[in-house]
């Protein structure tokens, strides 16, 4: 069974559009995330949820708004997109909220991988 | 300067070779994490670490709080562990900062 799946696997878009990047995790875990991978493989978290609340909203524009309608999804909506949004997009997730102690493992989604033309 | 550097940048060994990968952090931290991401993208949490020695099969992490220092050791290193190894500090509530990675690839 899958424990982060992400949807879609590839996505191509046209600059302007509106598009969603949809993640459930089966783990019963109380904390999600959402990051981007650039061309240079380099990862920045953008969001994270807690239990359906905001609780990480790192310097992303607004034309990024996550959705969380319950603890097992975070889905991430995406306005007027742009050439530099094109990247792999990670959805992850954790038991808890706190990543101190050496307790809380992440476990990364399969990525979306995201071009705008 | 990143808060996070890691070295080398990339790393080629001959199969049954030790590997070592350093990372160095410049904030206070909670945790460290190691990441593996594969050549396919998929991206899995090897070790979270805040003190002291992990050991998993054959790769063991280490991290030096005091030296703000974490080293990823690889023994008997085998073609699948082909991958880029990605350190990542957890420092205060969530703010989770990558390094840029390392990638390893390993020749039969």
């Known amino acids: 069974d899958t424990a982060v799946s992400q949807t879609p696997k590839y996505l191509v878009t046209q600059m302007g559009n509106d598009k969603s990047i949809k993640c459930e995790q089966n783990?019963?875990?109380?904390?999600m995330y959402w990051y981007k991978q650039d061309s240079k493989k380099f990862l920045k978290i953008m969001f994270s949820y807690n239990n359906k609340e905001l609780i990480i909203n790192e310097t992303v524009p607004n034309r990024f708004s996550p959705k969380s309608p319950d603890k097992a999804h975070l889905n991430l909506h995406i306005n007027s997109l742009e050439l530099g949004d094109s990247a792999v997009y990670f959805c992850?997730?954790?038991?808890?909220?706190?990543?101190?102690?050496?307790?809380?493992?992440?476990?990364f989604g399969p990525g979306t991988r995201l071009l705008v033309l | 300067k990143n808060e996070v550097e890691q070295s080398p940048q990339n790393l080629t060994a001959q199969e049954g070779e030790f590997i070592t990968i350093n990372c160095s952090y410049s904030?206070?931290?909670?945790?460290l994490h190691w990441l593996q991401q594969h050549p396919g993208g998929g991206i899995v949490s090897l070790f979270m670490l805040s003190s002291g020695k992990k050991k998993h099969g054959r790769l063991i992490a280490t991290i030096n709080i005091q030296e703000k220092h974490s080293s990823l050791h690889i023994t008997a290193s085998h073609p699948r562990d082909s991958a880029v190894y990605i350190c990542?500090?957890?420092?205060?509530?969530?703010?989770?900062?990558f390094g840029t990675g390392t990638k390893l690839q390993v020749i039969p």
């Open positions: 990542a500090v957890a420092g205060g509530y969530q703010k989770v900062t």
């Open positions: 904030v206070g931290i909670s945790a």
């Open positions: 783990l019963g875990h109380d904390t």
């Open positions: 992850a997730s954790s038991q808890g909220a706190r990543l101190a102690g050496g307790q809380e493992t992440q476990y």
